[in-house]
T-cell receptor
């Protein structure tokens, strides 16, 4: 499968615990995005990277959230001291800046449940 | 601030009938508009984009800057069109963040 992959697909954790998600983009894509989707809503932008540089962060990304893309390939999203309000689907997408249109390819998502 | 509004959360249409999913946006510059679709148990995928002016799976969407709308249309609905549809925008032509609407769940009645 050459599409965007995300691990784990599901995560159940207790409030206060830390969690980390991984995203592997399409190999030739240099841009990587994180979105969050809650029930009944569309995906909401969290942050994005061009290569290893984090170019934009949403105000939704509190201090408890951190994202990295150390070698410009895979990315991790960590949530510290999880809260019940963090329960959501976390989506990763990738794209290439060599494409003249903004077509983002999405992964299957990681569903987080905070008890 | 940029915003996308999809007024219908649910839409049911009989097979063979015309479909129109509404999308309105607010944006101060020249946005790029998209429709993304999510079929049951599949990932979100791009359906079409306004810059391409193409028809995908019989769907078309015209950008109306005067009405700030980008409605998705299909003349004859098919059962396989049942899915969740999201309208989205980004700025200019760069690979920037997408702002999504809340989505419309389309159900085609056989």
């Amino acid at each position: 499968d050459t599409g965007v992959s995300q691990n784990p697909r599901h995560k159940i954790t207790k409030r206060g615990q830390n969690v980390t998600f991984r995203c592997d983009p399409i190999s030739e894509h240099n841009r990587l995005y994180w979105y969050r989707q809650t029930l009944g809503q569309g995906p909401e932008f969290l942050t994005y990277f061009q290569n290893e540089a984090q170019l934009e962060k949403s105000r939704l990304l509190s201090d408890r959230f951190s994202a990295e893309r150390p070698k410009g390939s895979f990315s991790t999203l960590e949530i510290q001291r999880t809260e019940q309000g963090d329960s959501a689907m976390y989506l990763c997408a990738s794209s290439s800046d060599r494409s003249y249109v903004n077509e983002q390819f999405f992964g299957p998502g990681t569903r987080l449940t905070v008890l | 601030a940029q915003r996308v509004t999809q007024p219908e959360k649910l839409l049911s249409v009989f097979k063979g009938a015309p479909v129109e999913l509404k999308c309105n946006y607010s944006y101060s510059g020249s946005p790029e508009l998209f429709w993304y679709v999510q079929y049951s148990r599949q990932r979100l995928q791009l359906l079409l984009r306004h810059i391409s002016r193409e028809s995908i799976k019989g769907f078309t969407a015209d950008l109306n800057k005067g009405e700030t709308s980008f409605h998705l249309k299909k003349p004859f609905a098919q059962e396989e069109d049942s899915a969740m549809y999201y309208c989205a925008l980004s700025n200019n032509f760069g690979n920037e963040k997408l702002t999504f609407g809340t989505g419309t769940r389309l159900t085609i009645i056989p």
